[in-house]
């Protein structure tokens, strides 16, 4: 029986079964880098929102109200430092890309899964073009909520399709490097929006948010035209009933071999396929069949332990943050402008770390690292910030150097990881299935911390940080009990790890004693 930690013996074992080739071809390369413009979207429009809504051009425009108790003009009102942007439309404005995402996404599974994943990505880079360009020339409060609403679309149909697709077309040696490149892109995506913010706080006549919102459609339309030439994936052709040898011609092509370890791993994903089920099917499946159980609270609670760590609070709202605190509005721009060179680089280190350290090993690491910053975040705070206190400049650089070990812990685990495992532990036959509930799991909390975190901020105060430090301690203790080790596994093999683990085991080993979690026979479903 597999210990708690995991099952590396038995990782080795099915590893050496299934020595399939594989190099780092060029086409590989070019085909993932188009790919990871979803990622550079999707960090991008993350990191845009927070910083167009703590400039002042955009506060007054939309949301007065707001702008008023920032500047000191709320009526005479006494208002806690924690409470200034305390506002359910400001917040909307932020959660409504994620709503439609949420509504999206299983639309996004069937298109994928029936489509391919070149069609979803084509339909995802022409939504978040569309969004962009009504952001951009928003003259109302509905203006502004649509394009973010069309960005969701995007996002829903690019966050379903681009980890699969990277994790499909990578060499199993390498597709945890190739799959945190989707994590590596977010955080550009991100550190771009940052830089993009700083630059147009600046532009005279308060209309440099609407560049910010604008330049999204510029990676998005990469995607749209990428995804047109971009070959799709041998598992989505397969799975789409294409002749099998002009499957093996494109994957000997990809993998920079014709040898038998191309014949090995085709034979292995038309096996996995061998069932036929469709993506309504999937979703059945994994709702109902035991065997399919280790996937489905892993498809639900990797989404949803990432979105409890509090990355995004602090990636929605670090300038919002950093200004509560007392910065100027160039100074938490450019203090949040800094923070993101520091995520793009762990997330850079993380690539080249997770095919040699492993998955385990960097949650853990990583989850340590931001529990023990999140701590010293909130005892900073609560010990001198309070409801009219201010921060001394050594304070608040302190906090600033925090929050970027935090993000720094977030971008070499938790980051692409959250991206990582639930896009490589389905068998085929739900691949997509599974996928649409880790992204709407995603989505969904994502949502529910948009929209609370700033009345959070506002009534738990510095506590917010205590109650995401706890997430941290459970969710790491979660991936030491139950999260098997997935390194250099082909992926259409990963699915026979839950039945040597010493708690998943009971749920994939068939009466018979036969081991399930693989393919699967359609007899049997």
């Known amino acids: ?163 699969l697709y990277l994790s499909e077309m990578a060499p199993p040696s390498r597709r945890g490097a190739f799959s945190n490149g989707f994590q590596l892109c977010v955080s550009v995506g991100a550190f771009v929006a940052q830089l993009i913010n700083f630059g147009t706080e600046k532009i005279a006549g308060g209309w ?36 099998h040898d002009k499957v093996r011609a494109l994957l000997s092509k990809i993998r920079g071999s014709d040898g038998t370890g191309v014949d090995d791993e085709l034979d292995d994903i038309v096996a996995a396929d061998r069932c036929k089920v469709t993506a309504r099917r999937g979703l059945t499946l994994m709702l109902t069949k035991r065997r399919y159980r280790p996937q489905l609270v892993m498809a639900v609670m990797i989404p949803f332990f990432q979105q409890m760590t509090g990355i995004n609070a602090i990636a929605f709202y670090a300038p919002v943050l950093l200004r509560t605190v007392g910065m100027g509005e160039s100074a938490a721009l450019l203090a949040v402008v800094i923070k993101q060179v520091v995520g793009v680089g762990a997330t850079l280190a993380s690539m080249f770390a997770v095919d040699r350290f492993g998955r385990r090993t960097l949650f853990l690491a990583g989850g340590a690292q931001m529990v023990i910053s999140q701590l010293l975040i909130g005892a900073i705070m609560a010990a001198q910030l309070g409801d009219d206190g201010e921060l001394s400049q050594a304070s608040a650089l302190l906090l600033i150097v925090l929050v970027a070990v935090y993000v720094t812990g977030f971008a070499w685990s938790w980051g692409p990881l959250g991206w990582l495992v639930p896009s490589e532990i389905f068998p085929l036959e739900v691949r997509s299935a599974g996928q649409s509930i880790a992204v709407a799991v995603n989505f969904l909390l994502t949502t529910a911390v948009a929209q609370s975190f700033l009345a959070m901020l506002c009534h738990m105060k510095a506590g917010i940080f205590f109650f995401f430090a706890a997430w941290l301690v459970a969710m790491t203790a979660f991936v030491y009990l139950l999260l098997p080790e997935t390194k250099g596994l082909p992926i259409e093999q990963v699915g026979k790890l839950w039945a040597r683990h010493w708690f998943w085991r009971r749920f994939v080993v068939a009466d018979s004693g036969e081991e399930e979690g693989g393919a699967i026979d359609a007899d049997k479903l």
């Open 208 to 243: 440099g948010w609407r560049v910010s919102l604008a330049v999204a459609a510029v990676p998005a339309t990469f995607l749209a035209v990428g995804a047109v030439f971009l070959p799709e994936t041998p598992n989505s052709l397969v799975q789409q009933g294409e002749d």
């Open 1 to 163: 029986m597999a210990s708690a930690a995991g099952a590396a013996p038995e990782i080795q074992e099915l590893i050496h079964h299934h020595p399939y080739d594989g190099h780092v071809t060029s086409f590989v390369v070019l085909s993932c880098v188009t790919a990871c413009f979803g990622g550079i979207i999707f960090g991008y429009d993350i990191g845009v929102s927070g910083g167009v809504t703590s400039m002042d051009a955009f506060l007054k425009r939309f949301f007065p109200e707001v702008y008023r108790r920032m500047h000191g003009g709320g009526g005479g009102e006494r208002v806690s430092n924690y409470c200034r942007f305390d506002s359910q439309l400001l917040t909307a404005f932020t959660s409504s890309l994620y709503v439609a995402g949420l509504v999206t996404t299983f639309l996004a599974s069937y298109v994928t899964a029936r489509r391919g994943r070149r069609a979803s990505m084509l339909v995802a880079g022409t939504a978040i073009v569309a969004g962009a360009s009504v952001g951009a020339s928003a003259v109302d409060l509905a203006m502004v909520i649509l394009g973010r609403v069309l960005l969701g679309v995007g996002i829903g149909f690019g966050n379903q399709a681009v980890p």
